[in-house]
């Protein structure tokens, strides 16, 4: 496993997988996904099932980052007030 799925994993948090031809199931980050993982991922790119975005790892990297981004300026909001 190459460190970028690795990193890209441990973010998504709840994944499954590998299946036989190596996907990784997840939550998607580029939609609400919240009641079944539609995200599949392995080493070359991912793809979603339901809103189909698709790209490589390093385009998920960058959302992921985006995402977690966005919680530390809510979390501060919430502090602040
Ligand atoms: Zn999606």
């Given at each position: 496993m190459s460190i970028a799925l690795?990193?890209?994993?441990?973010?998504?948090?709840k994944s499954a997988g590998p299946d036989h031809h190596g996907w990784y199931t997840a939550l998607c980050p580029f939609h609400d996904d919240k009641r079944r993982p539609n995200?599949?991922?392995?080493?070359?790119?991912?793809?979603c099932m339901?809103?189909?975005?698709?790209?490589?790892l390093k385009k998920l990297a960058a959302r992921l980052g985006t995402k977690?981004?966005?919680?530390?300026h809510m979390a501060l909001r919430i502090v602040g007030m």
């Amino acid at each position: 496993m190459s460190i970028a799925l690795d990193q890209v994993l441990r973010e998504l948090g709840k994944s499954a997988g590998p299946d036989h031809h190596g996907w990784y199931t997840a939550l998607c980050p580029f939609h609400d996904d919240k009641r079944r993982p539609n995200l599949r991922l392995r080493e070359g790119g991912f793809r979603c099932m339901t809103c189909g975005e698709k790209g490589n790892l390093k385009k998920l990297a960058a959302r992921l980052g985006t995402k977690r981004e966005e919680g530390k300026h809510m979390a501060l909001r919430i502090v602040g007030m």
